[in-house]
């Protein structure tokens, strides 16, 4: 299986800040990557697939990036709703395995 | 708007099967290039991809869950079941349906269900 691993486990920031969570994959994926924001008792919500395509209604505040082994996702102004878990996934292989998660709370 | 909703025993006895059924409105499971998918979640922690069915049949399970699942689809009632055999305590979770989306070439989950909490306990 690919192992993903993101960092930081969790942040701590204020309202406006900019924002990187990184995730790293064991092997190279390509562009095989996707980002997913997940509040508490809710499902998942997809933000950016193949590393850096915004999904349809999601902000442009979030960004992603990277190729191969190393990637990035980006909240420009961080906002008080994108206070969440952020989780990478990988979709080169399977078990499409995800990251650990980065839980982003208010400062 | 495609939605998905699990239902099924919120509560399995251990050594016994486990069994999913999630049901897609809004579109059919038939049409389109998609992935029927199983995702589960232990509370507090993170996200572990059960397996997945095409509209075809076609089957990909995670290999640590393997021996253990089967996916299968009916078409008839847009609906496709999760059924997890031998449960342990450690099977405890909540488990999320989702479609992936097959886009070219690229694999994301587009839309999911809200969760259904399945807890393994005598």
């Known amino acids: 299986d690919i192992q993903m691993t993101q960092s930081p486990s969790s942040l701590s920031a204020s309202v406006g800040d900019r924002v990187t969570i990184t995730c790293r994959a064991s092997?190279?994926?390509?562009?095989?990557l996707n980002w997913y924001q997940q509040k508490p008792g809710k499902a998942p919500k997809l933000l950016i697939y193949a590393a850096s395509s915004l999904q349809s209604g999601v902000p442009s505040r979030f960004s992603g990036s990277g190729s191969g082994t190393d990637f990035t996702l980006t909240i420009s102004s961080l906002q008080p709703e994108d206070f969440a878990t952020y989780y990478c996934q990988q979709s080169y292989s399977t078990p499409g395995t995800f990251g650990p998660g980065t839980k982003v709370d208010i400062k | 708007q495609v939605q998905l909703q699990e239902s099924g025993p919120g509560l399995v006895k251990p050594s016994q099967t486990l069994s999913l059924t999630c049901t897609v409105s809004?579109?059919?499971?038939?049409?389109?290039?998609?992935?029927w998918s199983w995702i589960r979640q232990p509370a507090g922690k993170g996200l572990e991809w059960i397996g997945r069915?095409?509209?075809?049949?076609?089957?990909n399970y995670n290999p640590s869950l393997k021996s253990r699942v089967t996916i299968s689809v009916d078409t008839s009632k847009n609906q496709f079941s999760l059924k997890l055999s031998s449960v342990t305590a450690a099977d405890t979770a909540v488990y999320y349906c989702?479609?992936?989306?097959?886009?070219?070439?690229?694999?994301?989950?587009?839309?999911w269900g809200q969760g259904t909490l399945v807890t393994v306990s005598s």
């Open positions: 092997q190279s994926i390509s562009s095989y």
């Open positions: 809004g579109g059919s499971i038939s049409s389109g290039s998609y992935y």
């Open positions: 069915i095409y509209t075809s049949g076609s089957t």
């Open positions: 989702a479609r992936c989306r097959y886009s070219y070439g690229r694999l994301y989950f587009d839309y």
